[in-house]
Each structure stands twice: as C-alpha cells, then as structure tokens.
C-alpha cells in the first residue's frame, strides 16, 4: 500500500508563493512539506505543463487558454511537469500529481501524465499518486501504466463514491475536508481506502480531521499544518 505523509503542500507551499511554481515547491521544502501537490495539464503543442486553471489569466496575468497556447509561448514560471520532477528530485520532495485535463483531452492528459512519470519520475523519491476528478483521465492513466497508484477526487462523499473508485482502480480519496463527517471518514477507511482532504489551512481544523481518520492534510501553509499535528501527537 502507498505511504503517504500526514501533510502535503498544495499547489507548493501557495500561501507564500505563486501556486504551481518551481518557487512555491522550493517554498513548501523550506516550510518542512515532505511532499507537494501539483496540476497536470496539455499545451497546445501536447508538453504537459504544472497549471491548474484553464486560463492563465488568474495566475500569469495573461488572458489565454493553455490549451491554446504553446509551451514556448507560456509565461517562464509556467514550469513544465519534467523540469518540476527533476526539482522535486533535487529537494526531495513526493508528489500527488492531479490529472487537470482541459476540456476533451481527459484521456490524452492522463496517458502523457504517467508516460512521463514512468520516463522521468526518480527512484530516490516515494512513488508518487495519481487524482483526478475525470474519471476518463484516472482510466487512460491506469491502462497505461496500472503500476502508478490513484486516488479519486471527491467534492462531497456521496452515494456512488465506492463505485467510482472501484472503476478506476484507486487506492485512496482525496475529498473536501470541510464537508466531510465523521461517519463518511469511518466509510471510507473501513472500505480499506486512504483518505486526504483538502485545502485544510486552520491548524484546528486539521486536528478534528486527523481525529476523524484523515491520513493526509493537503493544505496552503504546511508549517502551519505540521506544527498542529506534532501537537495533536503529543497529547
């Protein structure tokens, strides 16, 4: 079974540094983060690129789609996801890698995704995992390379959860912690699923959580996260 830390940085540590850049990810080690999540996504020209939205208007100023843009043509602190694995290499870091497809490439981000993990991805680092919300994606990923492990992203737990990560295969749920309950907690660990929530920033918050049966926070501000739950250990 894949081993996942009590913390990941979201997107980097993205309280202190633009979210899904090589900054936030050299941020989110220096803030104590074993592990960050990150956002796959296509270029035009097919390189899959560390981006979460379909624009790159929030986030780069610059009001185009990814979809239509080349990587030559991207900001620079658009990281490829090649150059962001040798980084995350040199500092040590695993990665939840989310499958981010834009629209009607579901398929294709997902096999380009393991493809290059399977090309790129280092021994020294703790194999990685696989989410998505496109079911479409977590299947392309698992036919191409069942090896790599996957988890389901899940706004709320919901009837028909089990059945959606059955189908794909995963071993684990990453939902919005703030509408989990504690009963859907207890499903889904007694189902034999790993459980992570997102984007928990309140060192509270994370505390009830863990309590509940969460293994992993995904969260903005690590540190902050860390020092909550080595509390949480000592009580």
């Known amino acids: ?12 540590a993205s309280a202190y540094a633009p979210e899904n850049t090589l900054a936030a990810f050299r941020e989110a080690r220096r803030r104590g983060a074993p592990w960050v999540e990150i956002d796959v996504k296509l270029t035009a020209d097919g390189i899959p690129v560390v981006m979460h939205d379909a624009s790159l208007k929030r986030t780069m100023g610059v009001d185009r789609l990814v979809a239509q843009t080349n990587r030559a043509d991207l900001p620079g602190d658009v990281p490829t996801f090649e ?12 990665c939840n890698v989310e499958i981010k497809p834009c629209e009607g490439r579901e398929a294709e981000t997902g ?5 290059t993990l399977r090309r790129c991805w280092p021994a020294s680092l703790p194999p990685p995992l696989l989410s998505s ?4 994606s977590l299947i392309a ?6 090896e790599i492990a996957r988890a389901v992203l899940i706004d709320r737990i919901e009837e028909g959860w089990r059945a959606r990560a059955e189908a794909v295969g995963a071993v684990g749920v990453n939902t919005n912690g703030r509408k989990l309950t504690a ?3 207890v499903e889904v660990k007694e ?24 293994d992993c926070i995904i969260t903005d501000v ?6 909550a739950l080595a509390s949480l250990a000592k009580t």
């Open 1 to 12: 079974m894949l081993q996942l830390p009590k913390v990941i940085a979201h997107r980097g």
């Open 83 to 94: 150059e962001t694995i040798a980084l995350l290499a040199d500092l040590g870091l695993g």
């Open 111 to 115: 096999r380009v995704t393991v493809e």
């Open 133 to 136: 919300f496109k079911d479409v």
């Open 141 to 146: 990923a698992r036919d191409a390379a069942p």
């Open 183 to 185: 009963a859907e907690a």
């Open 191 to 214: 189902a034999g699923y790993l459980l992570s929530v997102y984007t928990i920033n309140q060192p509270a918050v994370a505390r009830i959580l863990v309590a509940m049966g969460a």
């Open 222 to 227: 690590p540190d902050t996260i860390l020092v």
